[in-house]
């Protein structure tokens, strides 16, 4: 493992670029590549790096590079925001920009399968199935070097954002991302959030044996720490890097420790009420939802307290028709109300099911009243009607009503960039 990191300062072009030089020196011989990235969602130095990639694979007589967008689920972007992602100019020229479909069969390959003994130890008997490893089959293929780029921030999913994430579920089907959500949702999120070792870690890891096994290709892992700034300025703090699967859990490793030291922030007393002012890039609540996760550690939130996700750019909770309409259709609610819904809805998403418990939180619900209670409320601040938040079970502000300076007191808090940073109780 190669790295380079100034957690209280900031990296420069020369010392990327030296990293860069180290970690590929052995590869003279690489005509075709591919290179997997995140998607808009996650803000990082990805448009620094990859043009400082591209000029050393060209200084060793690339011929062909290729890019693949991790989204998972998330909408597809155009040519123009994967060219912005990857800071690409008229001298840098990739072959293909390719969106994961993770909903084409045709795209993908099944390369083996999680036991379900397994998955049932990880979730301490809640899921009791197998899980099958597919994956975008453009790794298969016949490419020389495989480049994989990916943020490293805490995660309500995996622990930590990063690392073989970005195969398992980045570019997975939508069966192993809809299980891998609801799995990490039968674990809890304060058991995963800002744990590099976990369970939802460990099935990522599982899966991602399996196709480690299909690539043919050795594959590089590039690993980004950073801090954002106003004027959304990226101040890359870490770069962390390994070779293949061994090499990949170490660069996640390093890359997580350096996180814990810049994205969690601990409070001196309990919230009664937080702002997250999501940035442009979350432009649906399926991905703004991370303004309600990084709140939920245990004690940060006083009980009543409540949760604004602000983002007035938001018109929708998923920009797929089908997404948003299940998520209008189960509404927001804790687990043990969305338990009861799967059992007669036993083929309802389980991705979006796991989304609406992860915004709304855990919950007690009474079956027999139908009655459910929370510890916090969730309200939107969003372009999405008060009438449909309602309805949704979730609280409404109309946008134009929140003013910075009536959060700048004590137990409240306004938060820029919002989802960026996990908060904990200091005591």
């Known amino acids: 493992m190669l790295s380079v990191e100034d957690i209280k300062g900031e990296l420069t072009d020369i010392q990327l670029e030296e990293l860069v030089s180290k970690i590929l020196k052995d590869f003279n011989h690489v005509k075709k590549v ?67 479909q993770f909903d084409q069969p045709d795209k993908l390959v099944t390369v083996g399968e999680i036991s379900s003994s397994f998955v049932s130890e990880q979730t301490n008997n809640e899921l009791n199935q197998s899980i099958p490893v597919v994956v975008n089959k453009l790794i298969t293929e016949d490419y020389d070097l495989i480049i994989t780029l990916t943020g490293t921030s805490p995660h309500e999913s995996a622990g930590y954002a990063g690392g073989l994430k970005i195969f398992f579920p980045g570019i997975s089907g939508p069966g192993v991302i809809d299980l891998l959500h609801w799995a990490a949702i039968l674990v809890g999120i304060p058991k995963i959030i800002g744990s590099v070792d976990n369970p939802a870690r460990r099935v990522i890891n599982e899966g991602s044996s399996y ?43 390093a890359a997580a420790e350096a996180s814990s030291q810049i994205h969690i922030i601990y409070l001196e ?51 797929q028709r089908q997404m948003d309409q299940g998520m209008k259709d189960l509404g927001y609610h804790g687990k043990e109300y969305v338990h009861e819904y799967l059992k007669n809805h036993p083929d309802f998403s389980r991705s979006v099911a796991a989304h609406v418990i992860n915004v709304r939180g855990l919950g007690k619900y009474n079956p027999k009243t139908d009655e459910e209670n929370f510890d916090f409320k969730v309200t939107l601040a969003t372009g999405i009607p008060e009438g449909i938040c309602h309805d949704v079970g979730l609280g409404y502000r109309d946008p134009s009503s929140i003013h910075k300076e009536d959060y700048m007191k004590p137990k409240r808090l306004w938060i820029e960039h919002g989802g960026k940073y996990l908060y904990k109780l200091k005591n």
């Open 34 to 100: 591919l290179l997997i990235h995140p998607d808009y969602s996650r803000v990082d130095f990805t448009d620094r790096l990859v043009p400082i990639i591209y000029r050393e694979l060209k200084n060793k007589q690339m011929t062909q590079i290729d890019s693949l967008n991790a989204g998972g689920t998330h909408r597809k972007m155009s040519e123009q925001e994967i060219k912005d992602k990857l800071g690409l100019r008229d001298e840098i020229v990739f072959d293909h920009l390719y969106n994961h």
């Open 269 to 319: 007393e309990p919230l009664e009420k937080a702002v997250q002012v999501m940035d442009l890039c979350y432009d649906e609540v399926w991905t703004a939802g991370k303004g309600s996760y990084k709140l939920q550690f245990p004690g940060v939130m006083v009980k009543g307290g409540e949760i604004i996700i602000y983002a007035p750019h938001i018109e929708f909770f998923h920009s």
């Open 211 to 253: 196709i480690f096994q299909a690539i043919q290709a050795p594959v590089i892992s590039f690993n980004m720490v950073f801090e954002e700034a106003d004027q959304n300025k990226i101040i890359p703090k870490g770069l962390y890097t390994g070779i293949n699967f061994d090499g990949f859990l170490k660069a996640y490793q």
